[in-house]
């Protein structure tokens, strides 16, 4: 009887996480390369919920939730290369580009690019199936999404 009653006032379980598509692999992918230099501030994760917003159509709260999702699935969830694999076998080159773009904002938008962060994105590249060259050039356009 105690424990039902002590069961009743702890915290309700959360909800299980849903299996990640090629949109909360790419957000916990930015998710992860913010976080990778364990200086996860304000400047990235406005950056985030500006390109899920851009990225998905979706309005700022709606962004903000993603985000939060991402970052749940990003600390649970399996490691960056099968997260770029899922977005590698969802969506067509395009998208992917634009997703190695949004890597390249994120990593790039606090001022500084470590070398945690740049592991991330080469791991992430390597799993997308992109080249060094696509690389560059996302890299090249997120300098001036700046």
């Not at 694999?85 to 969802?90: A, D, G, K, P, Y």
């Not at 949004?102 to 592991?119: H, I, N, Q, R, Y």
Request: aromatic share 4%; charged share 30%.
């Amino acid at each position: 009887m105690l424990t039902r009653i002590l069961n009743a006032f702890g915290a309700p379980k959360p909800a299980p996480l849903p299996e990640p598509d090629e949109k909360l692999a790419l957000g916990a992918l930015m998710v992860r390369a913010a976080k990778s230099d364990r200086h996860y501030d304000l400047v990235e994760i406005k950056r985030i919920d500006r390109l899920l917003a851009r990225l998905y159509g979706l309005g700022p709260v709606e962004a903000a939730k993603m985000r939060a999702l991402c970052e749940r699935l990003e600390h649970d969830a399996p490691g960056t290369a099968r997260f770029g694999q899922v977005i590698r076998e969802t969506v067509r080159l395009e998208a992917r580009l634009a997703a190695l773009e949004a890597l390249w904002e994120v990593v790039l938008s606090d001022g500084d690019s470590t070398p945690e962060e740049l592991a991330v994105l080469e791991a992430a590249r390597l799993a997308m199936g992109l080249s060094e060259a696509d690389s560059a050039a996302a890299r090249a356009l997120a300098e001036g999404q700046g």
